[in-house]
């Protein structure tokens, strides 16, 4: 048996080294791109090789007009939740439009004279990771205003895991717009499609959209990604941790912003137990990190593989329940806004941990949502 896995795991990992994602593709996109005038919705991570895709659809003459920011910004250096302000890219001259901060859907103004939108940004497969919702609104602005969308679709490294509460209407927000689980097990391309064909835009409208579809890829290929998809996921253990750890951020508990360990670790200064200790320090893409300069008392879960992690396709609550059981001042634990709440996606998780609720009916109130998500992501599959 572990011969086996072990030679599924090598399979998966040759696979995917050979994946060829949407934006390399360019002959299957091109001639949409012929005489049109082009925004593109881009970070640090559009690249073609080494290549940024803005230098090379300049390079093959295409008539980029404008460049769409996302959270963090164009080079992927600001801190989550920043303010990323307009601006200009020296390199290829082009306006930059922020679309993170109060302006998150374009404007009939920033969409006067263009033709066609590329949406070209890294995912990692977790609902509350806010390029979807950029995505969304970039498909509903498109279709109110007749301009067509080609999503140049990348892999997701947490494809292979669906899982966790689905969304409920009330908690909308920009960490959740959709009625998903934390983890849906999809690609960009894929979840695109999902959002325009279910009728999810506001009135219902459908964006003209094209998806450039990867080559040598499944749900189950092993991706290593080979630029951070945003400043605190430095590495694929981090990326495979996220979904579980990243509802700490609607609590008083540490992930590790402002150490080299983000989201591989968590804590905070009253943490019971100290056999680990960190700090958190101001640093590029945590200026401002929780508990910043204070003794954090948790767990070190930076020594555990990704190999191990990828074994486990299901959200993890054992570091939320520990968490909550270790804090002298329980009824502190959560952030007294909502945050925590949309991030879970229902005001439920926060009760039923609280209540002393075990992870086991923890997870079975969460089984009829991901029964009904699943025939609905089945539709709108493009990889086995």
């Not at 064909?197 to 506001?202: N, P």
Request: net charge positive.
């Amino acid at each position: 048996m572990k011969l086996l896995f072990l030679s599924y795991i090598f399979l998966n990992t040759l696979f995917a080294s050979h994946i060829i994602v949407g934006a390399t593709q360019f002959d299957g996109y091109k001639t949409m791109l012929q005489d049109k005038n082009v925004a593109v919705v881009v970070n640090q991570a559009s690249l073609i090789g080494s290549k940024h895709l803005v230098d090379f659809l300049q390079e093959q003459n295409v008539r980029v007009e404008q460049i769409f920011a996302p959270e963090h910004g164009f080079r992927g250096h600001a801190d989550a939740g920043e303010k990323v302000k307009d601006g200009k890219d020296v390199k290829s001259g082009l306006p930059i439009i922020s679309l993170y901060g109060k302006h998150k859907k374009p404007t009939v103004a920033d969409l006067k004279n263009i033709n066609v939108i590329v949406f070209d940004i890294q995912d990692v497969g977790v609902r509350f990771y806010t390029y979807l919702s950029t995505l969304h609104y970039i498909l509903e602005a498109a279709a109110e205003n007749h301009i067509k969308v080609i999503v140049l679709d990348r892999p997701n490294p947490n494809a292979n895991r669906i899982d966790g509460p689905v969304l409920e209407r009330e908690e909308r927000s920009f960490v959740g717009l959709h009625p998903v689980p934390i983890l849906y097990g999809m690609t960009i391309g894929e979840y695109a499609l999902m959002i325009n064909g279910e009728g999810w835009l506001k009135g219902g409208v459908k964006a003209d959209l094209h998806v450039v579809k990867l080559q040598n890829y499944t749900h189950s290929t092993v991706y290593h990604l080979p630029v951070k998809p945003s400043p605190n996921l430095p590495n694929d253990r981090s990326i495979l941790l996220y979904p579980s750890l990243a509802l700490f951020e609607g609590t008083k508990i540490s992930v590790g912003r402002g150490t080299n360990k983000q989201f591989q670790l968590y804590g905070a200064p009253r943490y019971k137990t100290k056999q680990f200790s960190f700090v958190p320090k101001p640093m590029a893409g945590a200026k401002y990190p929780k508990h910043q300069g204070k003794r954090c008392y948790g767990v070190d879960l930076s020594k555990v593989s990704a190999a191990k992690l990828r074994t486990h396709p299901e959200l993890d609550l054992h570091y939320l329940l520990d968490a909550y059981n270790n804090d002298d001042k329980r009824e502190q634990f959560f952030l007294k806004n909502n945050f925590f709440d949309h991030l879970a996606g229902t005001s439920q998780l926060k009760k039923q941990i609280i209540s002393g609720r075990s992870e086991q009916e923890i997870r079975q109130s969460w089984k009829a949502g991901l029964d009904t998500f699943k025939k609905i992501r089945q539709k709108y599959l493009l990889y086995p």
